[in-house]
């Protein structure tokens, strides 16, 4: 299983970007994915899942309005706008097949979660 996450980079306030995860040896359908982010002296968190079992979608308070999941086959994406300084954070994407919405994927942990993948940087900066 490899979940390769880009798209990462420099934007400024305000600005926006995409991130991809591309997911191979893993069957999205009947599991959940998500995107994390962990900044400097910070835990991960779950920032945005979305359930394949029940179709539901997760956004944290902290993104919500701003950042949008999709998919599209084996490639799930986060579309992010207005963006701030405080979204500074690696980012990463994740998958496990047992959480059946996409906020309980959110919720763990990470040694709760089966599949990672290496994280893409995002920073916010003038």
């Known amino acids: 299983v490899q979940l390769q996450a880009s798209g990462g980079g420099l934007v400024q306030p305000g600005g926006s970007l995409r991130l991809s995860c591309a997911v191979s040896?893993?069957?999205?359908?009947?599991?959940?994915i998500g995107w994390f982010r962990q900044a400097p002296g910070k835990e991960r968190e779950g920032i945005s899942c979305?359930?394949?079992?029940?179709?539901s979608t997760y956004y944290s308070d902290s993104v919500k309005g701003r950042f949008t999941i999709s998919r599209d086959r084996n490639t799930v994406y986060l579309q992010m706008v207005t963006l701030k300084p405080e979204d500074t954070a690696v980012y990463y994407c994740?998958?496990?097949?047992?959480?059946?919405?996409?906020?309980?994927?959110?919720?763990?942990?990470?040694?709760?979660?089966?599949?990672w993948g290496a994280g893409t940087q995002v920073t916010v900066s003038s």
């Open positions: 979305f359930s394949a079992t029940d179709g």
């Open positions: 994740a998958a496990d097949s047992y959480p059946n919405t996409g906020e309980a994927l959110c919720s763990l942990s990470f040694y709760g979660i089966d599949y």
């Open positions: 040896g893993f069957t999205l359908a009947n599991s959940a």
